[in-house]
């Protein structure tokens, strides 16, 4: 049965989505799988590391005007098993190799920061 949000989602993916989904398919980090647009109960994640228990947010502005129900979002998929972790639009466009650095050593279970990272 097909989802028509996360279809919607996967087709309008944002610049930056595209570009770490680039990143992340086929096994390209950490030697793991990562879905996109994936449903999670009432919400639809930007990727995840099923395996590693791991959701990745490309946040835009967008974001900026959803915090309470962010939150909210945030709490239930942690309350799930899952850890978050989440950059902008922006460090996936000028800091993408650090992202996916991040993003390798949260799934190694050693977590590092980017500069710039905020």
């Known amino acids: 049965m097909t ?12 610049i930056a989505e595209r570009r ?14 990562f879905r996109r647009q994936f449903r999670l109960g009432p919400y ?11 959701i ?4 835009g502005e967008s974001h900026n005007h959803t915090i309470d129900r962010d939150h909210e979002r945030s709490r239930w998929l942690e309350s ?3 850890r978050i972790v989440r950059f902008t639009n922006d ?7 650090g992202v996916v650095q ?7 279970g050693a977590p590092v920061s980017v500069e710039g990272q905020s």
């Open 3 to 14: 989802d028509p949000q996360v279809s919607f989602l996967r087709s309008h993916q944002t």
């Open 20 to 33: 770490l989904w680039q990143k992340l398919q086929a096994k390209r980090c950490a030697n793991r799988r």
């Open 44 to 54: 639809v994640v930007d990727f995840i590391c099923l395996s590693a228990r791991l």
């Open 56 to 59: 990745v947010e490309v946040d």
């Open 80 to 82: 799930q098993g899952f």
């Open 91 to 97: 460090d996936v466009r000028y800091r993408l190799e």
């Open 102 to 108: 991040m993003i390798e050593a949260e799934v190694l």
